[in-house]
């Protein structure tokens, strides 16, 4: 089955891209997570870095699913992210770790919000789970500005943050020097 997006949907078109290294473990319900929204336009775009531990064949599976997968040598987290932002076709896009999940009904809540005059970012609450789905600890967003975020970092989860396409062509792209810090460098150039 070849991926197709249904243009006769009229909703913005979410994007996520899904960066992956050696996450046989816990892809598969990543992938589960976005194909199970209840959302219907959506495009999955998941960039592994060369993975060799069973994480292709999952992809494999998935394939009629994914808009684009490339499994290959890459330079980190963030060169996966540019690699996979570079393909969205989406109004709407975010990111998801390769060991995280969305809610349900999340993408439905993002498009709701996201569709109000002015709005481009948006962000939500987040918990941590155990390998066994139990809720190990919760963290709720608050209202956030620039000056919370030079001073005081930001506190809340990448994964938990949708943006418009307008708001992604004007950010300069993930620096790959930045192993564990380039969601803040993102959210900086966004505010």
């Not at 816990?26 to 589960?32: C, G, P, Q, T, W």
């Not at 592994?48 to 808009?67: A, P």
């Not at 919760?138 to 506190?155: I, M, P, Q, R, T």
């Not at 809340?156 to 803040?184: C, P, R």
Request: aromatic residues 14%; proline residues 2%; hydrophobic residues 35%.
């Amino acid at each position: 089955k070849e991926y197709k997006i249904d243009t006769s949907l009229d909703k913005p078109l979410i994007s996520v891209v899904i960066p992956s290294f050696n996450q046989v473990k816990y892809i598969e319900k990543s992938i589960l997570s976005v194909l199970n929204q209840d959302y219907p336009n959506k495009e999955l775009i998941i960039i592994d870095g060369g993975s060799k531990d069973g994480t292709i064949e999952i992809l494999k599976k998935y394939n009629s699913y994914i808009k684009y997968w490339i499994s290959e040598k890459d330079k980190g987290q963030s060169d996966a992210l540019n690699k996979g932002f570079k393909v969205c076709s989406g109004d709407i896009y975010c990111w998801l770790n390769s060991d995280d999940l969305f809610l349900p009904k999340a993408f439905s809540h993002v498009v709701k919000i996201l569709s109000e005059k002015n709005k481009r970012i948006c962000y939500g609450d987040w918990i941590y789970i155990d390998e066994n789905d139990s809720v190990i600890d919760k963290h709720y967003a608050f209202d956030v500005n620039v000056n919370h975020l030079k001073y005081e970092g930001f506190h809340f989860s990448a994964d938990s943050i949708f943006w418009h396409k307008s708001v992604h062509e004007n950010f300069s792209g993930f620096d790959v020097k930045l192993n564990k810090t380039m969601d803040y460098q993102m959210l900086l150039e966004f505010a």
